[in-house]
């Protein structure tokens, strides 16, 4: 189910109608079925795929947190099995097609068969959500681990489809004490969902048609289309996914949770690191703590932190679509935030930083970064990125 | 919301007065427009397509609008639009009558291409058309044609919502009055194209050659079993039952761009078919097919400015007896 359907908004009604009028009791119960009613929207047989994982999620963690700390060979075992179930379902459902795919590409004389499988909605989602309360368990961060609170963080609905990625340490105080929030509150919520309606549907729908030349090959695009055509979609992606953050969060608030923001101006960055701080927060900080920490983070020499920065960034790539040219524009950033790294600890680029009129020229240098990023984000294949690159930079006739 | 609600109330007292349908309209629009109608002995309604409807032209530019200007004591409307074919002529006319409109005089254009039956027209109805009149559509005229379904649970929802919020139901209509077009985004890639210069080199690319025609007449015999002609038909004798004078006129086309096309005595034995079998049911046929030079067309059957005030000008004397 998507938000901006009249599907979601026959269901959303009776939804919070039964939430709020039913007794207190009867809210973690409510808001459970709510979420699988929602998800069930999409396909049934997805519905037990996610309700299937997130049992075993649960049932591997708490086993995990029921284990003394010195069995520590036991519980990295679960934890390797909890992580393999989750990180398995994601390769096999999204990813298998590019690996047959590649592999054919590769060894022509293969002939591996696609699975032509539908990926289950925000199964990228909740297989990360699944995958930091394991380690988190594991890490002693998450001490107890209740089947109702674990429930509803799985299945709620608000950010099932495109986030934010929820933290189980801030979801679970809440969900336990679930209180009815100030007509104040309601109002801001109600306000922050139509407005993130009125962001996807005027703003960023109404872009989608000048993207074409990123999309659609025409000898007839030149140089101002291609700007325009990247431009465009470097507003769409914003206002598109800060549109469905902004309806998660609102809608989260007027069941009575606070969610954490996903987005903080993010194009006003002065540099490409402050970027990624600013931009789909809730996964840059999953990335940071599992997968970058793990890695060895920024603590094991300039080389090493630069490897990492790449790595972690081509996963994230990856994450965003089962495709080379999301890795591509992974590994961009990674060499961004590398290059960065490097720049900011030149004395050149200490000498830059102080400068009073740095702020405006680092801002549109960054902007300009991701706004090309997004080319290869967008661009279905490396061929068409790399003619939307040369019609950029006015390259073409070479 | 409440805003938005609250526009409701000067929705509620507006009446719909242009001389044509906008290009894109909505089933309420429809519903409003010719209730807006009723009551009236003088109306001179024209039916049809793009082609009598001014494709790529201002309304002041259509051949209808030209009418309206001279024929005094008449009103002309023009509930002609892109997409139209004999069906959707047959189903306007019963709407029509549905809601207490009565013609003074029905004025439609026969279009060859329509009795093809690769065309988009052939057996489907204008979706605003086909949702105001569904209680129109008869069982034997919805076998066979190709209807929409609409009884997702998205358009069983929007239909509920339009029932009662009128800023919603007119939703179409006035994104267009707006922004002139579809919506806020073709307004954007207009505006888009304009300033990259995309626009004049896609006119200049695209200037209708006779290869994009490929495919639209078919040339075999037009008989009962062409699901246009046979609804042609009834549209007639539904006109000669109602006792609503009807004039009809065979659609300029293009006969230099089409040469390869239609220039055979198929093509002129089909016209001269749909045009018996309307003069048989009392319905005055004008054969305008191949009375204009290429210079009057756009491209196949539209008609420039110039050819819309040509068309009026031949339309003029016979309209002018008839309504006499």
Redesign the interface.
Known sequence: MIFNTWQFALFAIPFFLTYWLLPRQYRNLTLVAGGIVFYSASGVAYTLLIVGLAAATFFIGRAMANLPKERTRDRRGLLTLGVLLSVGALALFKYANLFVGSVNAIVPKAHLGALNWVVPLALSFFTFEFIHFLVDVYLGKIESVGARSFSEFALFFPTLVAGPIKRYQNFEPQSKNIERPHSLVVAANVYRVILGLAKKMIIADSMTPLTQPLLTPDPLYNHADYWIGMLAYTAKIYFDFTGYSDIAIGLAGLMGFSILENFDRPYWSRNISEFWRRWHISLSSWIRDYAFIPLGGSRQGNARTLLNLTAVMAIAGLWHGAAWHFVGWGLWHGAGLGAHRVWERSPAGARTAKLAGARWPSTALTFLFVAFGWVLFCCPTFDAAWKTFKELLGAHAF | ?ALLLLADAPLRSWTPSASRLPEQFSAGYLDRYVDSLRGRDDLVVFLGDSALWGYKLSPEQTAAQALSRRLSGARVVNLSYEGGSPVNDEVMLRFLLAKGVRPRLVVFNVNSKEFNSSDSAYRRLRPALALAADPQIVPGLRAVLDMQDHSA??DR??RF?ERFWLLYRYRVDLRESIFGTD????W??NL?GD????NE??RR?HVPTPDAFEGTYDLSPIDASNVSFARLLVFADELRRERIPALAFLTPTNHKLLHDYIDSPEYRANLRTLQRALEARGVRTIDLDAQFPAGAFIDNDHLTAAGNAELADRLYPVLKSALR
């Not at chain 2, 919506?183 to 073709?186: M, P, R, V």
């Not at chain 2, 300033?195 to 995309?198: E, F, L």
């Open positions: 919301m649970i998205n929802a929007s919502v919506d806020f985004a073709s954007l890639k888009a300033v990259s210069g995309y080199r896609y690319a």
